[in-house]
Structure formats: structure tokens, C-alpha cells
């Protein structure tokens, strides 16, 4: 899944209440179910597992390959090609349909995994506060009003909260179990957040450029804030940790804003088994609504809040599409810092030298390469044989993601896998 995929799905099982599946959708589902059953025990599926283990452990690997559409499934598998019927049994379709076609079609090192998940049903009230978008119809640009006008509001603002449906979890979890269980393991799973660095709530309820003003004009107000917000998300992982909500993501769990968690690092020795901490799991944390600020202010305004969440986990990812070139020094401080986004806006050159073998170097290439009808491959091939030159010392990861559109053609992802994986094994 997506860095904010399994997020999403969350939000998207929540206002699923309709959970019965007909017959027939029944019989749709099984089917599908059977083929990613299928596909997940080819031996292959084991070989690409091995190479992640052995790439997040930081041992010599090939680079490794993954690609996921995200709004480019739209164009992949539209709607309208979905046969079930029910809300909930056309969600269950989507995601096994997007299996099959990562597994049968895409050609990446995204492991086929004989398992279903299933999230909390949840809901999570606001910051006392909330944005008011305006636009954004079917994932198109916004804008927002942003409800913090003035800090002499801060004291207006409360943690947020979570209530668990736990009777209406236990009902989809066996419905899938019964449909489902012939072929693949269901699992439930606890996916809370996608990102923990706090900077994309900050700006929904001060404004972006409000934000960065603030770092002259209202420095007090702004740490006050940031305080709050760090200390409203260590309660969330607190009361997560106490009611025992938190699952393992050292598996076939996305994380971070790309890869996959396998690594035999996690869960801690000490784990008992039942109750996961964050310390048996990959945090993550990235801060790409100031990457304008310099690296000074954001040592000052960013990271000394975010540095107590990360400081939980076991392992961290840092990073997503804000370069980190100019604010590593900073960045480099992270606990137990494992895996570090290299976005298209980077330079490569010095990231590369500053990651070298001891980090995952999660090679971010721009998504604007797939996002037309027919792509220039000799143009994508030399730009992949270059990044792979540069980063040959490394150990290198290339995430092909952020895709608003892959140009209504779905070869374009399976030509871009197929020449990435050319260029990989030159290496």
C-alpha cells in the first residue's frame, strides 16, 4: 500500500454500514481471492521477500523496485469495470484486484503476500479546531480556511480522540474471515497515522504561509503550538500502546513514504508476543510543508517536536518529497534512522555521499516522467542509469509514487518497471 493507502482505507471502512455481501459478490470475491492466493505462492514471491529483508538490513542487494500508481489506479482499474455490487464487497474487489495486477502485471519487487487486512473502525475527533477546504472535487487542487487566527485561540484546542467500534470491527473482520479464510490469512491490523511530523496538521489550522511568518513574527505562539501537537500525538501512541491497538510493521507493511518494512530487526527481543509497542515498529516522520524554510528555522521550529515521537520507535523512516540535502545535518539526528526519502528535488550527488551504506537510500524519481499518454522510455532509461551511477555505493531503493496520473495508460507503469529492472541489473 501507498504511504497514505492503508491510512485511506481506514477512512473508507468507516463510512462502509452496510456489511452484508450478496451471493454473487460472494462467488466474485472468492475468485479473486483464489487468484492472489495463487500468486502469492509462486517461488518468486519468496526470492523478492529475501531481497527487502536483505536491503532494509543494509546488505549489498540490486536496487530495489517498487511502483504504486496511487491516484493512477483510477485509470488502471476504473470503476466501472468492478462487478460486485455491495459497498463493501466493491472496496474487498479493488484491493484484490489491485493485487493481481501488481502480482500478475507490474513487474516491481512489491511482494504478493496470501493475506487480507482489516482496520479498526474508528472514529477520531478534531483538534478542537478544523480546516474548511474549499475545492478539491475528485482529488483536484485546494485551497483551505484555516481556523487558528490568532494564538490568544491556542487554549481553544484539545487533543484528539479515539472511539473504537469494536462490535462493528468484529463483524467485518468475521465476514471477511468467512469469505476469505479458504485462501487468504485475514488479518486485523491497526493503521493509525500515516505520517507523524506534525507539520501538515500545523498548517491545516494555522495556514502554510501563516506558518512561516510565524518564524519571525510570532515565534512564541508558533512553539506553543508545535508543543501541542506534539504532545496531543504522543498521548494518541499512548493510549494506542495501552489498549493495545498498535500492530507489527515489520512485515509486508508500507512504510515511511516508500518501501516495505521487512527486517528481522523488529519486533525487540523483549517483545512478549500480544502487546506491540512503537518501539517494536518503524516510525516515520517528514516535514514537507516547510521545505522553504531554512535549515536554521527548522532546527529551531520542527524538528525538536518532532524528535520525541521518533524517539519511541525501533526503527524510522525520514522524509518524502521535501528535499533533505540541505537540512541533513539536522534530519541525521533521528533515533535509530534507517530509511531516508531522496526526492526528485534532492540533489542526488549529496545524498548520496551523506547516506552511503548506512541508510536505505529510498530514491524518489519525478512521477511527471509517467504522467502522460505515451512516455519517452530512452529519456526515463538514461535518467535511471544515472541515478543508479550516482547512488552505486548506496543502498539504493527507486519509488515511483505521488502519480496524479500515469496519462490514462496503464503500460506506462509496467514500461517503467520492466526499464527500471533492466537498469537495475546492470548494477
Known sequence: MSDQTAFGLTTAMNTLVNLTVTENDRVILR??????????????EKTKRELWYQHNELH???????????????????????QCEGGLARHWEMLLLKEIFWGASMGDDRVTEPCLDIFYIHHENDWGMHEVK?????????????????????DKLRFPTLEIDYKTTDQVHSLARDIFSDFLTVRLKGIWWWTLG????????RGLEQIMVDMFDYPDGLHRLMAFLRDGHLAKLDFLEKNNLLSLNSDGTYVGSGGFGYTH???????????????????????????YVSPEMFAEFIFPYQLPLLEKFGLNCYGCCEPLDHRWDVVKNVPRLRRVSVSPWANMEIMAEKLGRDYVYSLKPNPADIAVSQIDEDYIRKKIREAFRITKNCRVEIIMKDNHTIGRNPQNVIRWCKIAREEAGLV
Open 31 to 44: 475468485d479473486l481471492a483464489q487468484k492472489v492466493a495463487e500468486l502469492a505462492a509462486r517461488p518468486i
Open 60 to 82: 549489498p542487494t540490486r536496487p530495489v523496485i517498487f511502483c504504486d500508481p496511487e491516484n493512477g489506479w483510477n485509470e488502471i482499474i476504473p470503476e466501472d469495470i468492478l
Open 134 to 154: 474549499i475545492g478539491g472535487e475528485d482529488g483536484g487542487s485546494y485551497r483551505w480556511n484555516a481556523p487558528l487566527k490568532d494564538y490568544v485561540d491556542i
Open 198 to 205: 506534525l507539520t501538515w496538521t500545523g498548517v491545516n489550522l
Open 265 to 291: 530487526e523488529l519486533p525487540q527481543p523483549d517483545f512478549d508476543g500480544k502487546q506491540v509497542r512503537p518501539f517494536d515498529m518503524w516510525g516515520f516522520g517528514e516535514s514537507q510543508e516547510t521545505c
